[in-house]
């Protein structure tokens, strides 16, 4: 979110400075992965306009750099009526409701239809969200600080924030590397948001946020006589989020498997099931992938969540904070929106309006009212 801020930033003609506790890609931050799914496919009409809107600015990024990080694989909500028996009502059928009310790409597929099109899932119903995929996460990072190298903007790292406050129309930064001082400033701390919200003079926000992770996240790998099923050419993004289960192709020579993880995500009314693992729903959903060997998602590929108290997106001004700007709670699906994010944040820190309707994401739902 800040590597995009600051690229749009510079974009505009700003003269951009970044500041990092950590460092850029630090395996703590909710983006740091091999893979992130892109997708449409919301329940809540108003994220799945948004994450269309999010698409484009992603393939205009990748024309721009000439990478080709964005798969585009489409993404398959399934169920099975063994497991969730009231088919209509599963987040695969309610989300393609939501594509076709918004004149979206989507397909349906019945368990014949899905023998045909996709073998390799053994479940009773497919709703294809068409123009979605995943995102190859490294060579995104790597191209945006390219390009911000090329640009001549700074990135200072390792560097701790010990003050901020407004000094003669300023921004005042103190930093364990001196101070710095900038007209406007945008916060995409993730986690880190609220300590950095107390060191803001005479700001009073504080934010809802909490840490989470999936449950279990592992690679599969199959023989290699079956490998060829799983590549991104056959096998799309894959979810069964009534039972919290998410999934990624194999991107061979990029990722070491067919990535299945097993999380309860917040927006989702899960249902007590047989589905309680990977491996359960291997047997119960992709029996095909039962001889693969197993191996635990580690390192590059684990992530952790910033999760918010009403499971909103916080996207805003700072209250108090002439020329801030805030962008945090990204829920563990906010990747695939970084760049209408980072082009929102600039335009809140610039213009205190938005082309996009933020309104609802404002921080200031959570400012505590004070008797008068």
């Known amino acids: 979110m800040g590597l995009f801020t600051a690229d749009f930033a510079r974009r505009r003609g700003a003269r951009v400075l970044l500041l990092d506790?950590?460092?850029?890609?630090?395996?703590?931050?909710?983006?740091?992965?091999?893979?992130?799914?892109?997708?449409?496919?919301?329940?809540?009409?108003?994220?799945?306009?948004l994450a269309f809107e999010a698409r484009k600015l992603w393939l205009d990024f990748q024309r721009q750099t000439g990478e080709s990080f964005l798969i585009e694989c489409g993404c398959l909500n399934i169920a099975k009526a063994s497991i969730t028996p009231a088919l209509s009502e599963t987040y695969a059928e309610q989300s393609y409701r939501v594509l076709e009310g918004l004149h979206l790409k989507a397909e349906a597929f019945t368990r014949e239809g899905l023998k045909a099109r996709f073998p390799q899932f053994d479940v009773d119903l497919g709703r294809l969200d068409v123009e979605a995929g995943v995102l190859h996460v490294t060579p995104i990072t790597a191209a945006l600080r390219q390009r911000l190298r090329d640009a001549a903007v700074p990135i200072e790292e390792d560097t701790a924030i010990h003050r901020i406050s407004r000094r003669a129309g300023t921004i005042a930064i103190d930093t364990a590397a001196g101070e710095r001082v900038a007209e406007r400033l945008v916060i995409t701390a993730g986690l880190g948001t609220n300590e950095l919200l107390a060191r803001i003079e005479g700001c009073d926000l504080?934010?809802?946020?909490?840490?989470?992770?999936?449950?279990?996240?592992?690679?599969?790998?199959?023989?290699?006589?079956?490998?060829?099923?799983?590549?991104?050419?056959?096998?799309?993004?894959?979810?069964?989020?009534?039972?919290?289960?998410?999934?990624?192709?194999?991107?061979?020579?990029?990722?070491?498997?067919?990535?299945?993880?097993?999380?309860?995500?917040?927006?989702?009314?899960?249902?007590?099931?047989s589905i309680n693992s990977v491996q359960s729903f291997v047997n119960e959903c992709m029996p095909v992938l039962k001889d693969a060997r197993v191996v635990d998602v580690q390192g590059a590929d684990q992530c952790s969540y910033d999760l918010v108290a009403d499971d909103n997106f916080i996207l805003g001004a700072i209250p108090g904070l002439p020329g801030g700007a805030v962008g945090t709670g990204w829920r563990g699906t906010g990747y695939k929106f970084a760049p209408l994010i980072g082009r929102t944040l600039m335009e809140l820190a610039f213009d205190n309006s938005t082309a996009e309707d933020v309104s609802r994401f404002a921080p200031e739902r959570f400012e505590v009212s004070r008797a008068g």
């Open 21 to 49: 506790q950590w460092r850029i890609g630090d395996p703590r931050a909710a983006s740091f992965s091999l893979t992130r799914s892109i997708r449409n496919d919301y329940l809540d009409p108003v994220y799945a306009r």
């Open 206 to 273: 504080r934010l809802p946020l909490r840490p989470d992770r999936p449950s279990e996240s592992k690679y599969l790998i199959p023989p290699p006589e079956k490998r060829a099923m799983f590549a991104p050419d056959r096998l799309p993004v894959f979810a069964y989020l009534d039972v919290g289960i998410y999934g990624h192709p194999w991107l061979e020579g990029k990722t070491p498997g067919v990535k299945i993880g097993y999380y309860n995500p917040p927006d989702v009314r899960t249902q007590v099931t």
